[in-house]
């Protein structure tokens, strides 16, 4: 899944998330940062569990609301937007290539010079990359 905010000064930004856990807030420290007064240095977090995503509200003074609604635990879905202080950060499916996309992409790198190994080689790779966040 991704998530997706806008800074203040329109910036547009995203995370995109994995199965390692990450903080949320205005801290130095957090895994995203949050430039807004209302949010604690580490306001929350974000984990995998069992196939799904789980934000947590660290004490925050301000507290964490997803869709409107005050949390201490909540699973998290496409479509939910969480709260944290004035920011609102929407929550994405993360998008997936599809077929045609792919082979085209495999048609222009072999077309340049790469061979079938070498291409093999980058999918287990990268699988290899995303499996372990």
């Known amino acids: 899944m ?41 306001h929350c977090g974000i984990s995998y569990k069992d196939g799904s995503y789980y934000i947590r509200d660290f004490d925050s003074r301000n507290g964490t609301l997803v869709n409107d609604c005050s949390i201490e635990v909540c699973r998290i879905n496409p479509g939910d937007r969480i709260r944290v202080g004035d920011m609102v950060l929407s929550v994405e499916a993360s998008q997936r290539k599809g077929t045609v996309m792919v082979l085209r992409e495999l048609k222009d790198a072999m077309a340049k010079g790469k061979g079938y190994h070498t291409i093999l080689q980058e999918i287990i790779r990268d699988e290899k990359e995303t499996s372990d966040q």
């Open 2 to 42: 991704i998530l997706r905010y806008v800074l203040p000064d329109g910036e547009q930004k995203e995370f995109e998330l994995g199965r390692k856990s990450i903080t949320i807030g205005r801290g130095a420290n957090a895994d995203v940062l949050i430039a807004d007064k209302l949010a604690s240095r580490i």
